[in-house]
């Protein structure tokens, strides 16, 4: 079945520092990918997501390329800020070739992230 | 655009006792979606429904959890009796028909069985 395993946390940075979390799938057919962020006393929030491969997904700064060849899709951000201080879970939904998806996601076991001043 | 929409925010009960929990996804969705995310856990899904019509229980305990979505709207997860083990927080989220699994998520309802 479809699985979604990401790097040991937690993570711990100081501003302004490079964040790679890493992110490798089993999956068959044509998954998405995304990766969703949980705020402090929040619910998941999509941050972004790549529909096949080669696609790179960004938003507020964050980046992941959909690598089928090494079945991947970290996570990346330049510079880090106090407020992505958050957990991040990398997720898959499974796609047929026309993009119409099967329904669930899978997510990973998730990814403390702690930025201090 | 209103969120998806979840209530109560917190359930603390005592084990053998039942729970409800309600969710109204954002208008207009046809799928629906109810997760259980365990401390340190990714969530996992329960039961997802195409408008009033499951999709996907297979990992749905059974024998205690229910879930209905009566009119394709709004849905409630029970669960009957508890057990300690179903301390969690149950996510429901929804999307609209079709591509790529973009889903919406509520805040979600924190339970603790004692």
């Known amino acids: 079945g479809d699985s979604v395993t990401q790097m040991e946390g937690p993570v711990t940075l100081s501003e302004e520092a490079f964040l790679t979390i890493n992110c490798t799938y089993t999956?068959?057919?044509?998954?998405?990918l995304f990766w969703y962020v949980q705020y402090p006393g929040e619910g998941l929030q999509l941050l972004l997501k790549?529909?096949?491969?080669?696609d790179k997904g960004s938003n507020k700064g964050f980046e992941a390329t959909y690598r089928k060849e090494t079945t991947s899709f970290h996570l990346e951000k330049g510079s880090v800020q106090v407020s992505d201080s958050a957990v991040y879970f990398c997720?898959?939904?499974?796609?047929?070739?026309?993009?119409?998806?099967?329904?669930?996601?899978?997510f990973g076991q998730g990814t403390i992230l702690t930025v201090h001043p | 655009e209103a969120g998806v929409a979840q209530s109560p925010r917190y359930k603390i009960i005592e084990k053998r006792q039942s729970v409800a929990f309600w969710c109204n996804p954002i208008?207009?969705?046809?799928?629906l979606y109810w997760y259980q995310q365990i401390l340190g856990q990714g969530p996992k899904l329960l039961i997802q429904?195409?408008?009033?019509?499951?999709?996907?229980d297979s990992q749905l305990p059974k024998d205690r959890f229910s879930a209905e979505r009566l009119k394709g709207v709004d849905s409630t997860l029970k669960i009957q009796p508890a057990k300690l083990e179903d301390s969690a927080v149950y996510l429901c989220?929804?999307?609209?028909?079709?591509?790529?699994?973009?889903?919406?998520f509520g805040p979600g309802t924190r339970l603790t069985v004692l």
């Open positions: 999956a068959t057919g044509y998954p998405s």
């Open positions: 208008s207009g969705h046809a799928t």
């Open positions: 997720a898959l939904g499974g796609s047929n070739a026309g993009g119409t998806s099967y329904g669930k996601l899978t």
């Open positions: 429904f195409q408008n009033n019509g499951v999709v996907d």
């Open positions: 790549a529909t096949k491969a080669d």
């Open positions: 989220a929804s999307s609209s028909s079709g591509r790529y699994n973009e889903q919406f």
